[in-house]
């Protein structure tokens, strides 16, 4: 897509598919717990992307679905496979510049704490202030729960624009719910199923979502698109 430039109040990001790529530990994971509980994996894998541990375990197996055991089960996947994740290509310019320049921004995972802070600290990533998990909310995306809380949390104004970045389709309904622009990222999805969830934008990966600067009020001035087209 062409660059379009933007300004926005703040930055709030998924985790997994949209900073990081832990595919390979997910589907681990849930191979392990399809083949325990004598559930197809390949069911819960159709379904799992982008959705509360919580609400997919509720879905197959709703005798488990309480919280002791989803953080327990949630904490098994980087404990057993953090050599399967890594950091997707330009999450990491992305958020130490916001960081290092004192920009409002947040994650905002349906990951419980005790699955998105290893991650986190594996990937060495900077911690942001605001770390919304499904801890923290009573309803999972596609609800606009989580997306709203951290607006909330950040402290910015109900009309300030808001940019929300996400690869799954049920996030990106969730920031468009939460009356945010929404960056949709080809990084898990087929395009077809990002554009149906109807992202304001749809890149490739974090390498198109470029900071440009900080103003003074504390607006993130933000270049979405490929860099290379502006010379076309």
């Known amino acids: 897509m062409a660059p379009i430039l ?35 994996p390949a069911l819960i894998l159709a379904t799992s992307h982008g959705r509360r541990t919580i609400d997919i375990v509720r879905q197959y197996k709703p005798e488990l679905a309480n919280e002791e055991h989803i953080r327990a089960l949630e904490a098994e996947i980087p404990k057993n496979n953090a050599a399967d994740a890594k950091e997707l290509p330009g999450a990491r310019n992305l958020i130490s510049r916001l960081e290092a320049t004192g920009c409002k921004w947040a994650i905002v995972t349906s990951g419980t ?4 802070e290893p991650w986190v600290k594996i990937m060495a990533f900077p911690r942001p202030k605001v770390f919304v998990t499904a ?29 929300v970045v996400e690869d799954a389709p049920a996030g990106i309904r969730a920031g468009r719910a939460a009356g945010c622009d929404v960056v949709g990222l080809l990084t898990s999805h087929t395009r077809a199923e990002v554009e149906d ?5 749809v890149v490739g990966d974090l390498e198109s979502v470029e900071f440009m600067s900080r103003d003074e009020d504390g607006g993130i001035l933000v270049l979405v698109g490929d860099p290379k087209e502006l010379a076309n």
Not at 8 to 34: C, E, K, M, P, Q
């Open 6 to 40: 933007k300004k926005y109040a703040a930055i709030l990001f998924d985790l997994d598919g949209t900073l990081i790529d832990s595919t390979n530990a997910v589907i681990a994971h849930w191979t392990r717990f399809g083949n325990e509980h004598s559930i197809d």
């Open 113 to 116: 704490v005790a699955l998105a």
């Open 135 to 163: 801890d923290s909310v009573g309803k999972g995306k596609p609800d606009p729960e989580g997306y709203l809380l951290a607006r909330t949390l950040l402290n910015i104004p109900e009309d300030a624009a808001v940019l």
């Open 197 to 201: 969830a109807k992202p304001d934008f």
